[in-house]
């Protein structure tokens, strides 16, 4: 059976001018729930992690940030590569320039260093145009 790109099949189609076919989004989310619970977690996180500088607040912090995690991962709910990136994975200590981390340019690569001494590896002018598959503007959906 073949499709014919001019006239879609699917009701609310819409053809883009580079042959792209865009699709209304889904009316609803799965694991809504799980979402709200780990943007939640998140927020309590990066706020105890700004308010204080003692350790009951950072402790916190980071008990919502490994919360989160964990919802993640018993629920199969995705994290988004951008928050994935401000959380350490060895301390769960969501990471904040001159607050919890430094960073430092080291022979091509940025580093992120923990204040619990985990080092994040990102490699600089290798590829500029290189961004990882939920970032890509293909695999977006678009309104």
């Not at 916190?60 to 964990?70: E, G, I, P, Q």
């Not at 990136?85 to 320039?97: A, Q």
Request: aromatic content about 6%.
């Amino acid at each position: 059976m073949s499709y014919n790109i001019t006239n879609p099949m699917a009701k609310g189609s819409n053809r883009v001018e580079n042959g792209v076919l865009l699709t209304p989004p889904p009316r609803n989310v799965g694991n809504k729930e799980h979402y709200q619970r780990m943007n939640y977690l998140y927020q309590l996180a990066m706020w105890n992690t700004m308010s204080g500088n003692d350790g009951g607040e950072q402790a916190l912090a980071r008990l919502y940030a490994k919360n989160m995690d964990l919802v993640s991962k018993r629920t199969r709910a995705e994290m988004l590569p951008q928050l994935k990136r401000t959380i350490c994975k060895k301390c769960h200590r969501v990471l904040v320039p001159k607050k919890t981390m430094r960073v430092q340019t080291d022979s091509g690569s940025l580093q992120l260093v923990c204040s619990c001494g985990a080092v994040r590896n990102f490699p600089i002018h290798l590829n500029g145009g290189y961004r990882c598959y939920a970032e890509r503007d293909e695999n977006l959906i678009s309104m």
